[in-house]
C-alpha cells in the first residue's frame, strides 16, 4: 500500500510504524484502534508497501467496522481519531476497499477473513445505497456471492445479500428462502428482518410483511434504521387498506429521520390520496428536499396528483412556485414541464406552451438520465418536445 509522508501521533495513542514487520504495524493499528484513534490507525497500515492477506484484513475491517461517511463511489471513507468518545481530528482516507476485497477475495479464495469484510461492506452499501444500486448490478454481485464466495464461507450475511438480490429480481421465493437462513444464522440481525418483510410486501403476504417491519423496528437501534421499518410498517397497512395506520407509520418514519426520499413521497401520497389538508406543505417539503431543480422530484409529484385525480391542486403549487422562483431558470423549467404534462390531456394547446417554455429555459434529456427509481424522466421530455415540434 502507499506510504503515507508522515504519521499522526496523539498523545494518547503514540503509534509508530517504522522497522516494523507488517504484523507489528498490524499490532501497532491495533493499538491504536483500542483508544479510539482510528485515522491514526489507518496512517500506521499505510507505513507498509507489502500486501498480504493479513493487512487487507486489517485494512478493511478498520473502514468496515469504523468509518463515519463515505462518498458515492465508495473509493474515500471518512475516519476520526477520538478522545473520550468525541472526534478530536477527522479526515476521508482515499481506498478502494471493493476492489481491493475481490482482488484479495481471488488470490486469498479461502480466507473466510476476507469473505466477512466483503459480507459487511456490501450490508452497510445496501443500508445506505442499496435502494439506488442498479439491478444489473445487483445481478453480478448476486451471481458472484453465491458462486464464489458463499459455498467457501457461508454466513448469515451472505445469505442476507442473496436474500436481497433476488428479491430485487423479483424471485420472491428464493429471496425468502436465504433471508429466514440469514435469520436462523442470527437471530438478532435487523437488516434481513426488514429486507424479508419488503419481500412478503411484494409478494401481497402482508401481516407477515407487518410482523418481520415490527421485529425490524424493535432490533434497530439508529433512528434512521427505525425509520425504514416504520416505512416498511406503512406502506403494508396501506397496501392493506388500513390508511390511518399507515399515516401514523409514516409520520414516525419522517420524525425519526427527516427529508428521506421514500418517506416522504409515501407521505405525499398517502396525503393527495386521502384529500388531506397536509399535501400542500408535504408537497413543498418534498421538492424541497429532493432539490427544486430536480425534474425526477416533480415527475413523482406529477405521477401521484395524476393518479389521485388531482391534477389542478399540482398545478396551483406549481403557478404559485413559477412566481416564488422567478427568474430561476432550473427552477422555472423544471416547473413549466411539469405544467406542460398536467395539461396535456385538459388543454392540449396551453400544454405545448408550457413544453416549449420549459426547452427554451435550458430543460435537456441528458441531465436527467435513466435511474432505477425514474427509469423514462428522459424518455417523457424527449417525447414531450417532440410532440411540440
Known amino acids: 500500500m502507499k506510504k503515507l509522508l508522515f504519521i499522526i501521533c496523539i498523545a494518547v495513542c503514540t503509534c509508530s510504524a517504522f522497522s516494523q514487520t507488517t504484523q507489528q504495524i498490524i499490532d501497532s493499528a491495533k493499538a491504536c484502534i483500542s483508544r479510539e484513534q482510528y485515522l491514526s490507525a489507518f496512517s500506521i497500515l499505510e507505513q507498509t508497501e507489502e500486501s498480504n492477506a493479513n493487512l487487507v484484513v486489517a485494512v478493511a475491517s478498520l473502514i468496515n467496522d469504523y468509518q463515519t461517511g463515505f462518498t458515492v463511489n465508495l473509493d474515500q471513507w471518512k475516519l476520526d481519531d477520538k478522545v473520550n468518545g468525541k472526534a478530536v481530528k477527522s479526515e476521508f482516507v482515499k481506498v478502494p476497499l471493493e476492489n481491493i476485497l475481490w482482488s484479495a477475495a ?76 440469514a435469520i436462523a444464522g442470527n437471530t438478532k440481525f435487523a437488516p434481513a428482518y426488514l429486507e424479508l418483510g419488503k419481500v412478503y410486501l411484494q409478494a401481497s403476504e402482508l401481516p407477515n410483511a407487518i410482523k418481520q417491519a415490527n421485529t425490524a423496528f424493535e432490533l434497530y437501534t439508529e433512528k434512521s434504521d427505525k425509520s425504514r421499518a416504520a416505512l416498511l410498517a406503512g406502506q403494508a397497512y396501506e397496501a392493506n387498506n388500513e390508511n390511518a395506520k399507515a399515516l401514523n407509520s409514516y409520520l414516525l418514519a419522517d420524525s425519526l429521520y427527516r427529508k428521506e426520499f421514500f418517506t416522504q413521497r409515501a407521505l405525499l401520497n398517502m396525503y393527495v390520496k386521502t384529500s388531506n389538508e397536509n399535501a400542500p406543505k408535504a408537497l413543498n417539503s418534498f421538492v424541497g428536499a429532493q432539490g427544486r431543480d430536480n425534474l425526477y422530484a416533480y415527475m413523482d409529484a406529477c405521477d401521484i396528483y395524476l393518479k389521485h385525480n388531482h391534477p389542478m391542486d399540482l398545478a396551483l403549487y406549481c403557478q404559485k412556485a413559477l412566481a416564488d422562483y422567478k427568474g430561476r431558470t432550473g427552477v422555472e423549467s423544471c416547473l413549466n414541464f411539469t405544467l406542460g404534462l398536467i395539461y396535456k390531456s385538459i388543454n392540449p394547446d396551453m400544454a405545448r406552451q408550457y413544453f416549449k417554455k420549459a426547452k427554451e429555459q435550458g430543460l435537456e434529456a441528458s441531465r436527467f438520465p435513466p435511474k432505477r427509481n425514474h427509469p423514462d424522466t428522459a424518455k417523457r421530455i424527449e417525447e414531450a418536445f417532440k410532440w411540440v415540434g
Open 106 to 181: 481471488g488470490q486469498y479464495p479461502t480466507d473466510c477473513r476476507i469473505h466477512k469484510e466483503i459480507y459487511k461492506l456490501y450490508v452497510y452499501v445496501f443500508k445506505h445505497r442499496g435502494a439506488y444500486l442498479e439491478l444489473k448490478m445487483l445481478g453480478e454481485l448476486n451471481n458472484a456471492i453465491e458462486k464464489q464466495l458463499h459455498p467457501q464461507c457461508p454466513d448469515y450475511r451472505s445469505l442476507y445479500i442473496m436474500g436481497y438480490c433476488y428479491n430485487a429480481a423479483g424471485r420472491l421465493q428464493t429471496a425468502i428462502g436465504n433471508l429466514q437462513k
